[in-house]
């Protein structure tokens, strides 16, 4: 029964989802100041940065949770005190395996 109440709540949830109108910014949007000399930094209309999203992004960044065994987040390999990269010559995913590429800055 509430596995029943649970699977209807999901199946409406992604229906209302699919059907709705696009996103809107939860939160106060936000300015974002591209460096000098750089072009005006690409902002979607209807769904600019907010203080909320950034602060998400921020956190999502660094989560191990998002990597298959808890090990490795995005700061693993884009990490910021080393500009964004991990310093090696190819990127060391989950379980120490090496991949063919480098971690370029982000
Ligand atoms: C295991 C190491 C690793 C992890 C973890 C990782 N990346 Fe990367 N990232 C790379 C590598 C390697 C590349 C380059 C891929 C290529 O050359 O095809 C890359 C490329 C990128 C790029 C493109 C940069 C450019 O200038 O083109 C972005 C953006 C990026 N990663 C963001 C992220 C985000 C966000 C996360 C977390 C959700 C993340 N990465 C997690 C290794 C990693």
Same mark, same amino acid.
């Given at each position: 029964?509430?596995?029943?109440?649970?699977?209807a709540?999901?199946? *409406?949830?992604?229906?209302?989802?699919?059907?709705s109108?696009?996103p809107?910014?939860?939160?106060?949007?936000?300015?974002?100041?591209a460096p000098?000399?750089l072009p005006?930094?690409p902002?979607?209309p209807?769904n600019?940065?907010?203080?909320?999203?950034?602060?998400?992004?921020?956190k999502?960044?660094?989560?191990?949770?998002l990597?298959?065994?808890?090990?490795?987040?995005?700061?693993?390999?884009?990490?910021?005190k080393?500009?964004?990269?991990?310093?090696?010559?190819? *990127?060391?995913?989950?379980?120490?395996?090496?991949?063919?590429?480098?971690?370029?800055?982000?």
């Amino acid at each position: 029964m509430t596995l029943r109440l649970g699977c209807a709540l999901i199946l *409406a949830v992604a229906v209302v989802s699919c059907t709705s109108a696009p996103p809107r910014a939860i939160g106060k949007p936000v300015a974002i100041e591209a460096p000098l000399g750089l072009p005006p930094v690409p902002v979607p209309p209807e769904n600019p940065p907010t203080v909320e999203s950034i602060a998400l992004g921020k956190k999502l960044f660094f989560d191990a949770r998002l990597s298959a065994d808890g090990s490795v987040s995005c700061a693993s390999c884009h990490d910021p005190k080393q500009s964004f990269t991990d310093g090696m010559s190819t *990127a060391k995913g989950i379980r120490n395996q090496f991949g063919k590429r480098n971690a370029p800055t982000v």
